[in-house]
């Protein structure tokens, strides 16, 4: 008998936990073959300008060198890489090139691929390679790309690659709302570049089997799949030619879900070479070429009747999205657009938003893409339009949150694409209230702007929505094993959420089994499933799980049919019985398991999964912290989330998921920052410059998670939960700061909130008192 809820739902301790603390995980850098080259890349050093030549003589002289290539190897047309989200004509202008041509557009662009017998031979060589550039002006902010007296692609005619529109009511609606409302305001806000910063860079390892005309790529996590099919058509392979074999990876984080240069010039080199290639990334080479992300302005207006009621919201944002439109570039921009109104009854919503390109490393998906930007200019202008109004800013939020029987709600349409969606369901105030609660807030907002022991307290609250479970399909296999286990396949991605350990729970509930019955739990490889997706927009759980329970239905259906028929009887007369030991009807009993066992040879069955609306989790961050107005130091001494998520597969894996976003949000809002000097050097290239949290940074983070309101868009109920721990934080942290700061007249309008910028905002303020 199918067991239901005794493994889902508890905390199980993570399986792959054993592998990583005993140094068995196997990353890509800890694969090595026979034979095996090593690659490394030219990049430029210049961040706009002319390619006069290459010459590589000199590196290819040197002893111990196999190839190098520029764009000039790679035949009579140079492969592009093109847009996987949202790919639009206009935004194609833009692609990015694998080796540069003609010109550079940053610094770190790749310049030609070096091959050599070892990693020190191929760094020397690319040292050797000469690289003529003449330099051209630089585009570098917002200002110098719509101003287009300097191009980056002189084709195009602009800067500007495309301005989307999010729409909620007509125009006219919107009008009235800001014509006729008795208080409006409008505030400029901007959030920094900043980046994933996972614990490993990336690598690949391609293997090329000529007898066999196989390529096998080891290191392309999060979407393999999706990765294989790009590459299969950029080397004018046959998809099936092609095996993506995930790695363990130190974090994907949506950086990780790009098509980048490298993802072809490495197998590119495999193949010519007929030999294996590896390329590890280093840490400075990660920050120069990794995805960056976050870097937007926006003037944000909000219409209110003087109770608080929202009428309106509008703006205008500009996406700063470096040189070249990578595959998911348009991710982030598109949410920001959508999600500018949050939880919010908001009547009438117009947001613009411009694509931009400028001589910085190209831009796109990071955890919470485009919600945790607006997020934090919507939840700054609502502290602003409270205080302004003279309402208590939790009194505005309880007022304007949607209702429990608002539910669902109808999202803004995104154009050009025609965009919207709906949330699920679920109870904003339920949460909301549950963290003014948890964090105190009645006694804390007392100390709201006081000195006490030198220090300025401040309290702040925020709300927000995720949107998870990205279709559109996802597949699994299990396979009933000679010795009565369960082996699990399944195409999404595990990139460190804990994946292996939550669909062994699901697997063994389905199936009736204990957890030691699941032998395995395989995923994100091309060779285990028939087709897959990967893990990105918290989907792992609701695509991938839900897929696996369509595959245990499947596996069930399988062994009853062959015991039927060995049985004389009808498959839906077969009992399961013993953990899939044994089958049962009219009388007998079956062996499944063992040697003798009527599944001895094995059995197994696919699982599909298909959803085309999102899920939508949701939640409320609190925060308490105090700013030395001496130094301008912020000390987190209070954080509270409560989300509610539909249904908790694990709590112990949700838990490290939520505060670990918090965390990493954290170190976007406090201290990271990529900086770039006025000729486009990125001056933050090394973990000592580039800031990320430490353990002993933020050590007073609290999480709550519920399961009020599952989704009914798929059988578990689950809404996704990997990115609600980042949206809300830089809002709820520059809105504590402002609050701590409020005698100052501080009102942050820009991240990141480094102490030095404190410090200037308490200099600028309008309202000085004295310091201690």
């Keep these: 008998m199918t067991r239901h809820d005794i493994l889902v739902g508890q905390p199980v301790e993570r399986l792959e936990d054993l592998r990583f603390l005993t140094g068995r995980g196997q990353y890509v850098d800890d694969r090595s073959v026979d034979g095996m080259l090593h690659a490394t890349l030219v990049r430029s050093a210049l961040a706009h300008g002319t390619i006069r030549a290459i010459d590589t003589a000199a590196a290819l002289a040197l002893p111990g060198v196999h190839a190098v290539y520029t764009a000039a190897d790679l035949g009579a047309k140079v492969p592009m890489i093109p847009m996987r989200m949202e790919a639009n004509a206009d935004l194609a202008r833009f692609e990015q090139p694998v080796l540069a041509h003609g010109k550079v557009r940053y610094v770190g662009e790749p310049l030609a691929l070096v091959v050599a017998d070892t990693p020190a031979i191929a760094e020397d060589a690319a040292g ?24 980056l692609f002189e084709q195009a005619g602009s800067n500007r690659g495309l301005a989307l529109q999010a729409l909620r009511g007509d125009a006219s609606a919107l ?9 409006t305001c409008r505030r400029r806000f901007k959030v920094h570049r900043h980046t994933a910063a996972p614990m490993e860079t990336r690598g690949l390892l391609a293997e090329w089997d000529a007898a066999r005309q196989r390529l096998t790529v080891s290191g392309l996590v999060k979407v393999p799949f999706a990765i294989r099919a790009l590459l299969a058509t950029l080397l004018g392979m046959p998809e099936s030619a092609i095996d993506a074999v995930e790695s363990d990876c130190g974090g994907g984080f949506g950086m990780r879900g790009e098509f980048y240069p490298e993802d072809f010039l490495v197998p590119f080199a495999a193949r010519r070479l007929g030999r294996a290639v590896k390329w590890i990334e280093d840490r400075n080479e990660h920050l120069l070429a990794i995805t960056h992300a976050r870097e937007v302005e926006c003037e944000l207006e909000i219409a209110c009747d003087r109770d608080g009621t929202i009428r309106g919201l509008r703006g205008q944002g500009a996406y700063d999205l470096g040189a070249y439109i990578r595959p998911n570039a348009v991710t982030a921009p598109r949410n920001f657009a959508q999600m500018a109104g949050g939880p919010y009854r908001i009547p009438a919503l117009h947001m613009e938003v411009a694509l931009l390109v400028s001589n910085k490393t190209p831009a796109g998906s990071y ?52 965009s919207g969606g709906e949330t699920d369901s679920g109870n904003y105030h339920e949460t909301f209230e549950r963290c003014l609660a948890e964090i105190g807030w009645n006694d804390k907002v007392a ?6 022991d030198g220090v300025f307290h401040g309290i702040a609250i925020g709300c927000y929505i995720e949107g998870g479970g990205s279709g559109p399909r996802e597949h699994a296999r299990l396979v009933y094993e000679g010795d009565g286990r369960v082996a699990v396949h399944v195409g999404s991605s595990a990139v460190g959420q804990g994946l292996e350990t939550i669909f062994a729970q699901i697997a063994a509930d389905a199936l009736g089994l204990p957890m030691d019955r699941i032998s395995a739990v395989r995923h994100g490889s091309s060779g285990i499933v028939k087709m897959g997706y990967g893990s990105l927009g918290s989907r792992s759980t ?35 019985e013993d953990g899939l030991r044994s089958a049962a009807a009219r009388g007998r009993v079956l062996a499944l398991a063992g040697p003798s066992g009527l599944a001895g040879g094995g059995i197994e069955a696919d699982g599909l999964f298909e959803n085309d609306r999102r899920t939508y989790s949701y939640g409320s961050h609190a925060a308490h912290l105090t700013v030395d107005a001496a130094t301008g130091q912020v000390r987190l001494l209070d954080y509270v989330s409560v989300e509610d998520v539909g249904r908790i597969i694990n709590p112990m894996t949700l838990h490290g998921q939520v505060i670990g976003a918090i965390v990493q949000a954290l170190g ?54 990997g990115e609600g721990g980042v949206i809300p934080v830089g809002g709820v942290i520059a809105n504590a700061i402002a609050s701590a700061l409020s005698s100052f007249g ?22 000085p008192v004295a310091l201690p």
Aim: glycine share 8%; charged share 20%.
């Design 746 to 767: 501080v009102q942050p309008d820009e991240l990141p909130l480094t102490p030095p910028r404190i410090w200037e905002l308490i200099r600028r303020g309008n309202a």
């Design 447 to 452: 100390l709201a702007g006081r000195q006490i």
């Design 668 to 721: 976007g809002t406090l201290l990271e920052h990529l900086v770039y000097d006025g000729q486009g050097q990125l001056l933050t290239g090394s973990l000592a410059s580039y800031l990320v949290p430490a353990a002993d940074d933020f050590p007073v983070i609290r999480s709550f998670v519920l399961e009020n309101h599952p989704s009914p868009l798929n059988p578990l109920g689950v809404k996704g939960a």
């Design 175 to 183: 009008d009235a709302a800001f014509r006729d409302a008795p208080y």
């Design 128 to 151: 050797l390679v000469a690289a003529h550039i003449e330099p051209l002006p630089v585009v570098l902010d917002r200002t110098g790309a719509e101003r287009g007296d300097t191009l």
């Design 367 to 418: 955890r919470g893409p485009g919600r945790f930007e607006t997020d934090c200019f919507r939840e700054r202008l609502f502290d602003i339009a409270a205080g302004e109004l003279g309402i208590d800013r939790v009194a505005f939020r309880r007022h304007n949150l949607l209702r429990q029987d608002e539910m669902p709600s109808r999202l803004p349409i995104v154009m050009p694409y025609g």
């Design 542 to 576: 609701v695509m991938g799980g839900s897929a696996i329970l369509d595959a245990a239905n499947n596996l069930q259906h399988a062994i009853r049919t062959l015991a039927a028929a060995r049985l004389g009887c009808a498959p839906e007369e077969v009992s399961l």
